[in-house]
């Protein structure tokens, strides 16, 4: 059993509180993403201080106060150290494009949709709130392990997809802006999402091949992830070639 607060394991599993030191590994407080982990096959340790209900590779005990400190709460008795997995999980057909979103919430409610309603990936632009947040990573319910997570440092991922006939389309008021209804892609696009209070870069719309829409009443705006539940479903029938 580990008791001492200064332990070498201990100070880097607490690390993972921060988004620089996750660059290999992160950390899973919630026990259904614990299992979702170790069924996608990328729990690499489980911390426990009462009983170890996970099969991972490696295993710690550890003394109330230790969890205590690398979970930052009284009531944790287990967590999980997860190794990250941007492997491609299937072929890349429709895209959920998110630009420079800063919400942790928002960013795990949208990967849950886009799993729930068709999509296989999800592209994470420019300096994005990290999927592996532990918020995140809650609010997605576990679907981050059910479709392609694409982290890109520039816009030429988009260029390059344009390039295989990928279509991009970008939300927003603009000029000849369409409405959702209005779309019918069957397959090979992606929909573009903004940033909660900026909206869509021009860089991207600049790169966009339409933008579109979803017609209110009353209200002028909604909550991103919201607005890409709805984004979403409405594609959910059509057809898709993968």
């Known amino acids: 059993m580990i008791t001492s607060l200064t332990n070498q394991k201990v100070k880097d599993w607490t690390k993972l509180h921060l988004k620089k030191y996750r660059d290999r590994n992160y950390l899973i407080e919630d026990e259904a993403l614990i299992k979702a982990a170790a069924k996608a096959g990328v729990l690499k340790e489980v911390v426990y201080c009462e009983n170890n ?3 991972a590779p490696s295993s ?7 969890m205590k400190k690398i979970a930052k709460r009284d009531d944790q008795t287990c967590i999980g150290i997860a190794l990250k997995d941007e492997t491609l999980k299937k072929p890349l057909d429709r895209i959920v494009v998110l630009d420079d979103l800063k919400d942790p919430q928002n960013v795990g409610t949208i990967i849950k949709s ?6 296989d990936t999800v592209i994470m632009l420019k300096d994005c709130v990290d999927v592996y947040h532990p918020k ?4 997605s319910g576990g679907a981050v392990y059910d479709i392609n997570i694409i982290h890109a440092a520039d816009l030429k991922i988009l260029d390059d997809l344009k390039a295989q006939g990928f279509l991009i389309m970008a939300t927003g008021l603009k000029r000849d ?3 959702l209804h209005e779309l019918n892609c069957l397959h090979r696009f992606m929909i573009v999402l903004g940033n909660e209070g900026a909206g869509v870069s021009e860089e991207v719309y600049a790169k966009s091949d ?4 979803i017609p209110m009443q009353n209200m002028d705006s909604l909550n991103v992830a919201v607005a890409g539940g709805i984004i979403m479903y409405h594609f959910r029938d059509l057809p898709s070639n993968t």
Do not use: M, Q
Not at 114 to 119: I, K, M, P, Q, R
Not at 136 to 139: D, E
């Open 53 to 55: 209900p996970y099969d």
């Open 60 to 66: 710690y005990e550890v003394s109330k106060e230790v």
């Open 114 to 119: 886009a799993v729930l309603f068709g999509f």
């Open 136 to 139: 995140c990573l809650k609010a």
């Open 177 to 179: 802006t369409k409405e």
């Open 210 to 213: 339409l933008i579109f829409k």
